[in-house]
Protein backbone atom coordinates (compact mmCIF):
# COMPACT_ATOMS: atom_id res chain seq x y z
CA UNK A 1 0.00 0.00 0.00
CA UNK A 2 1.42 3.76 -1.09
CA UNK A 3 1.97 5.84 1.56
CA UNK A 4 3.42 8.87 0.21
CA UNK A 5 1.87 10.49 -3.17
CA UNK A 6 3.86 13.20 -4.84
CA UNK A 7 2.24 15.33 -7.01
CA UNK A 8 3.43 18.76 -9.07
CA UNK A 9 5.17 17.08 -12.06
CA UNK A 10 4.68 17.92 -15.92
CA UNK A 11 6.30 19.32 -18.79
CA UNK A 12 8.35 22.28 -19.07
CA UNK A 13 10.47 24.44 -20.93
CA UNK A 14 14.58 24.43 -20.10
CA UNK A 15 14.31 27.92 -17.34
CA UNK A 16 11.12 27.02 -16.18
CA UNK A 17 10.65 26.29 -12.72
CA UNK A 18 8.44 23.67 -10.51
CA UNK A 19 7.22 22.64 -7.30
CA UNK A 20 6.89 18.82 -6.50
CA UNK A 21 4.42 18.35 -3.36
CA UNK A 22 4.50 15.06 -1.49
CA UNK A 23 2.45 13.93 1.21
CA UNK A 24 1.81 10.95 3.62
CA UNK A 25 0.09 9.60 5.78
CA UNK A 26 1.15 10.88 9.45
CA UNK A 27 4.09 8.46 10.81
CA UNK A 28 5.73 8.72 14.01
CA UNK A 29 9.51 7.84 14.37
CA UNK A 30 10.60 8.98 10.55
CA UNK A 31 14.08 10.40 10.95
CA UNK A 32 14.35 12.00 6.98
CA UNK A 33 12.76 12.24 3.61
CA UNK A 34 14.00 12.11 0.84
CA UNK A 35 13.94 12.76 -3.19
CA UNK A 36 15.10 10.45 -5.84
CA UNK A 37 14.86 10.60 -9.44
CA UNK A 38 15.28 8.17 -12.23
CA UNK A 39 15.63 9.10 -15.81
CA UNK A 40 15.18 6.44 -18.74
CA UNK A 41 18.08 3.29 -18.95
CA UNK A 42 19.89 5.28 -15.69
CA UNK A 43 19.95 4.49 -12.08
CA UNK A 44 17.78 5.99 -9.44
CA UNK A 45 19.73 9.19 -8.17
CA UNK A 46 19.72 11.14 -5.10
CA UNK A 47 18.37 14.35 -5.09
CA UNK A 48 17.68 15.89 -1.90
CA UNK A 49 17.16 15.06 1.94
CA UNK A 50 16.68 16.47 4.97
CA UNK A 51 17.26 14.98 8.31
CA UNK A 52 14.70 15.47 10.91
CA UNK A 53 16.94 15.43 13.77
CA UNK A 54 19.04 18.27 13.63
CA UNK A 55 17.13 19.64 10.93
CA UNK A 56 19.85 19.16 7.71
CA UNK A 57 18.97 19.85 4.20
CA UNK A 58 21.64 18.46 1.71
CA UNK A 59 21.13 18.14 -1.93
CA UNK A 60 22.64 16.47 -4.69
CA UNK A 61 25.89 17.86 -6.73
CA UNK A 62 23.87 18.21 -9.83
CA UNK A 63 21.24 20.09 -8.30
CA UNK A 64 22.52 22.27 -5.66
CA UNK A 65 21.91 25.56 -5.79
CA UNK A 66 18.96 25.06 -8.15
CA UNK A 67 16.61 22.81 -6.08
CA UNK A 68 15.32 23.77 -2.81
CA UNK A 69 13.57 21.55 0.16
CA UNK A 70 10.97 23.03 2.13
CA UNK A 71 7.90 21.03 4.84
CA UNK A 72 4.79 21.68 5.98
CA UNK A 73 4.82 20.02 9.63
CA UNK A 74 1.16 20.74 10.35
CA UNK A 75 0.23 19.41 6.91
CA UNK A 76 2.42 16.44 6.86
CA UNK A 77 4.14 18.04 3.37
CA UNK A 78 7.38 18.28 1.57
CA UNK A 79 8.30 20.08 -1.40
CA UNK A 80 10.70 20.23 -3.99
CA UNK A 81 11.34 23.33 -5.30
CA UNK A 82 13.10 22.99 -8.84
CA UNK A 83 14.84 26.37 -10.08
CA UNK A 84 16.30 26.91 -13.96
CA UNK A 85 15.62 23.33 -15.00
CA UNK A 86 17.25 21.68 -17.61
CA UNK A 87 16.50 18.55 -20.01
CA UNK A 88 18.77 16.82 -17.70
CA UNK A 89 16.40 17.20 -15.06
CA UNK A 90 13.94 14.82 -16.90
CA UNK A 91 13.12 11.99 -14.72
CA UNK A 92 10.57 10.32 -12.50
CA UNK A 93 11.11 11.95 -9.31
CA UNK A 94 10.19 9.83 -5.81
CA UNK A 95 10.03 11.02 -2.88
CA UNK A 96 10.65 8.66 -0.14
CA UNK A 97 11.18 9.03 4.06
CA UNK A 98 12.75 6.86 6.78
CA UNK A 99 12.27 5.09 9.99
CA UNK A 100 15.29 4.01 10.74
CA UNK A 101 18.32 5.97 12.54
CA UNK A 102 21.60 6.65 10.56
CA UNK A 103 24.49 9.23 11.50
CA UNK A 104 24.81 10.41 7.98
CA UNK A 105 23.30 11.86 5.03
CA UNK A 106 20.29 9.83 3.72
CA UNK A 107 21.83 10.17 0.51
CA UNK A 108 21.39 6.00 -0.23
CA UNK A 109 18.13 4.25 -1.60
CA UNK A 110 19.23 1.71 1.24
CA UNK A 111 18.40 4.00 4.10
CA UNK A 112 14.95 4.53 2.95
CA UNK A 113 11.47 2.51 3.47
CA UNK A 114 8.87 3.90 2.44
CA UNK A 115 8.43 5.39 -1.12
CA UNK A 116 6.15 7.25 -3.56
CA UNK A 117 5.04 5.86 -6.42
CA UNK A 118 6.65 8.33 -8.51
CA UNK A 119 5.78 11.49 -10.70
CA UNK A 120 7.28 12.58 -14.10
CA UNK A 121 8.85 16.01 -14.79
CA UNK A 122 9.72 16.21 -18.55
CA UNK A 123 12.28 19.45 -19.51
CA UNK A 124 12.11 19.92 -22.85
CA UNK A 125 12.10 22.90 -25.76
Known amino acids: QVQLIESGGGTVEPGASLRLSCTGS???????MGWFRQAPGKDREFVAGHRWIGLKTYYGESVKGRFTVSKDVAKNMVFLQMNNLEPEDSAVYYC???????????????????WGQGIQVTVSS
Open 26 to 32: PTPLRYA
Open 96 to 114: ADSSKYYPDNYDSEREYDR
